[in-house]
């Protein structure tokens, strides 16, 4: 089990022999901050394994990297930082990699891994409405299965959007999106911000999911 400290040292061909010939890379001494404690309200490791991660999604893809990494809930994590670090709303081979890590997540959790609920995307109080609560907390879970949300994906993916639906079929996981083209079924999404009413929806759809 390589710990960060030794993979920060490895130059890239160590690494590429690492990821050609290692059928698990679990990751030791590593830890997270998450984005309602960070200064900068970023969720970050502790240590950079981005070249490690880059590496792992050319060989094997998004859900190998996560199987690679050991398949728990800091192999998530890993994988999602790295793609958010790289996400932009009409990136289509990001976008991809997370319907690909969503999928993955769902596994995880028919396997009887628990809710990851990292606070992920964060935004403190506002002296514009008249609560005291954070104006954005969002966990990992509920960033993670949102990218599931059929009216997002037909927004990102446009004329791709089709293919994203049969693959979400395909693994199972047709119920999140509903019926194609009725927006008011399917897991309603739930981003975190405070003016948002669909966190009981959505988290209720979960519990019948995943039983």
Request: glycine share 10%.
């Amino acid at each position: 089990m390589p710990s960060v400290q030794a993979l920060s040292k490895m130059n890239s061909k160590a690494l590429a022999n690492l990821i050609d010939n290692a059928s698990s890379i679990p990751v030791t001494g590593i830890s997270f901050v998450t984005a309602d404690t960070a200064a900068d309200h970023k969720f970050e490791p502790t240590a950079n394994v981005d070249p490690l991660i880059t590496g792992l999604i050319a060989a094997r893809g998004v859900a190998g990297t996560v199987n690679a990494l050991g398949g728990n809930a800091d192999a998530f994590r890993l994988v999602w930082d790295f793609l958010d670090d790289h996400y932009t709303y009409y990136n289509t081979g990001v976008n991809h990699g997370f319907i690909d890590l969503a999928i993955a997540y769902g596994d995880y959790l028919k396997d009887g891994g628990s809710e990851i609920l990292d606070v992920v995307k964060y935004a403190p109080d506002s002296a514009t409405d008249d609560n005291t609560l954070p104006d954005r907390l969002q966990t990992m879970h509920d960033n993670i299965l949102g990218n599931l949300h059929e009216a997002s994906i037909d927004d990102k993916f446009g004329a791709l959007a089709g293919d994203i639906f049969h693959q979400i079929q395909d693994a199972g996981y047709g119920a999140f999106l509903g019926v194609i083209g009725d927006l008011s079924d399917g897991r309603a999404y739930y981003g975190g911000n405070d003016t948002e009413t669909t966190a009981a929806a959505a988290h209720a759809f979960d519990q019948n999911f995943f039983p």
